[in-house]
């Protein structure tokens, strides 16, 4: 029940490479996720909050509106099933299509599962924005994509960046459920070690501190960018102001 | 030959008519002022002309063009057509000069120099040429709407319609934003106002329109309206500003 202070260490020398690899592979995941997740979010957010109006061509309707269903649709099965199922389920299911290895497959479907959760968030950033500066840009001659892609997106990004940011934390553990894959990120690689050594007890301890410390150092990071954005803003006005 | 011509404007919102048929004129270089009280459907006019809202039945003719027509481009319509709110709707994202560029740039798609040349102009018309680049956010309210004025003129529209554009300002700061419109109406800029500034109005318009519960009860001179009304409900209206 209690933890050798020496085998632990021994444990951590001897299988630092193995460990190592692991985090490279779960950071890369990680990041990889998460930025082509929020472009996807990007992307499907905007759609979701697309309008038809009666003067719209047949055409526009339609695309507007089977867009929008079918963003529904993907938001409501990514955010509604595990992501090892997802995983494990699209693999094998699109590996005749595309002979991809895992490790394609892989980080296709963390980009995925993590672009549902972000399209939700951008949703939710385009509604934080006041209606009146879209009417100002449409009032301009702006179409709905120029005001959105200058105008609104902008300040969505911003206004939401704080649960923007969390993802980044919740895909650096998620990404363990990739193991199913056999990607060797850090969960698999602690699997791996305890599996030929038996400690189980320290090598979970030294990953868990290991999780501890790179969901530490992300926040600590995406804090410092979150307070940047902001001091830029005042810089600006104490500029000016003087 | 009219700019402007505004034939049984008729607008319902779900069952409430708003608008029972609305028809008046507008001349070049002209300068008309609505007055009505509140709840008459004096925005909703301008929400129309402008597409904000989509008229339910008449025509509105731009240089003789039926607007309303689908076949109408409408961001090319409204670019001629300038409209100032009285919430300001500035660009949050951005500073004064780039809410002054952004529709040139991608609606006329002018280039950079250009469009800041055209803004740094009716920045200086207005007065806001020292906070070129500051940040919207920390501007006051007549600056914000003189800001606003800026940015719908720098479009060069054909006519610009105010929508209560000092209703929102502190006592203080309504007359630096009349005064602005007072010296656009002198240079012969065609406009329609929606106001309560009576005194103002009456300076100002060529012609004033009394509207109540979504028809014009009354319009003609500033002369006739104020001073000599024919209608009992004008009557009745105006004496509340004695
Ligand atoms: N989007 C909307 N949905 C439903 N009803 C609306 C909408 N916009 C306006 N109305 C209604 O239409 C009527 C006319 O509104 P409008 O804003 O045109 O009045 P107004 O003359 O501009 O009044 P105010 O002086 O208060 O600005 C009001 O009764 C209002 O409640
Ligand atoms: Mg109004």
């Known amino acids: ?242 | 030959m009219n700019i402007l011509e505004v034939r049984n404007l008729s607008k319902s919102f779900d069952t409430q008519d708003v608008l029972k048929g609305i028809n008046f004129e507008l001349s070049q270089n002209e300068v008309i002022t609505i007055i009505g009280s509140s709840g008459c459907g004096k925005s909703t006019t301008l929400r129309c002309i402008n597409l904000l809202e989509r008229p339910y039945d008449g025509q509105i003719l731009f240089h003789g063009t039926d607007i309303t027509d689908k076949s109408v481009n409408r961001n090319e319509y409204r670019s001629k057509v300038g409209m100032v709110f009285q919430n300001f709707n500035l660009f949050d994202n951005l500073t004064v000069l780039e809410n002054c560029t952004i529709a040139q740039r991608t609606v006329l798609r002018k280039n950079r120099q250009d469009a800041e040349e055209t803004a740094r102009l009716y920045l200086k018309k207005v007065g806001m040429e020292n906070y070129i680049n500051h940040p919207v956010t920390k501007l006051s309210g007549g600056q914000k709407q003189r800001v606003a004025i800026a940015r719908t003129l720098c479009m060069n529209p054909e006519i610009v319609l105010f929508d209560e554009p000092t209703s929102a300002l502190d006592p203080e700061m309504v007359g630096e934003v009349l005064e602005v419109i007072r010296s656009l109406a002198k240079e012969g800029v065609t406009m329609i106002i929606v106001t309560h500034e009576m005194a103002f109005a009456k300076e100002v318009s060529d012609r004033v329109i009394f509207m109540d519960e979504g028809l014009i009860v009354e319009a003609g001179s500033p002369e006739e309206i104020f001073n000599n009304p024919k209608e009992e409900r004008t009557k009745q209206f105006l004496r509340r500003f004695v």
């Open chain 1, 1 to 242: 029940m209690t933890i050798d202070f020496t085998i632990l260490v021994s444990v951590f020398k001897r299988n630092w490479p193995l460990f190592e690899h692991g985090i490279k592979i779960t950071c890369i995941f990680a990041v990889i996720g998460t930025v082509c997740g929020l472009l996807i979010g990007i992307i499907t957010g905007a759609i979701r909050t697309m309008k038809t109006d009666e003067d719209d061509s047949m055409l526009k309707k339609i695309l507007v509106t089977f867009g929008i269903l079918f963003t529904r649709f993907y938001i409501w099965v990514f955010r509604g099933t595990p992501m090892v199922v997802q995983a494990t389920f699209i693999y094998y299911l699109l590996r005749p299509v595309f002979h991809w290895n895992t490790t394609t497959a892989s980080l296709i479907i963390i980009s995925v599962n993590t672009g549902a959760y972000m399209a939700e968030i951008v949703r939710a950033g385009i509604q934080s924005v006041n209606e009146g500066q879209l009417e100002a840009s449409r009032a301009l001659g702006m179409s709905y994509g120029q005001a959105l892609f200058h105008i609104i997106m902008p300040q969505a990004i911003k206004n939401t960046f704080p649960s923007i940011g969390n993802q980044l934390i919740v895909n650096i553990k998620d990404s363990s459920m990739l193991n199913v894959l056999s990607v060797t990120e850090l969960f698999f690689q602690t699997y791996s070690i305890a599996g030929s050594n038996f400690r189980y007890i320290e090598t979970y301890f030294i990953s868990a501190i290991i999780y501890l410390l790179l969901t530490s150092v992300a926040s600590f990071i995406l804090n410092r960018m979150e307070k940047r954005m902001d001091i830029e803003n005042n810089a600006k006005i104490m500029e000016y102001a003087s």
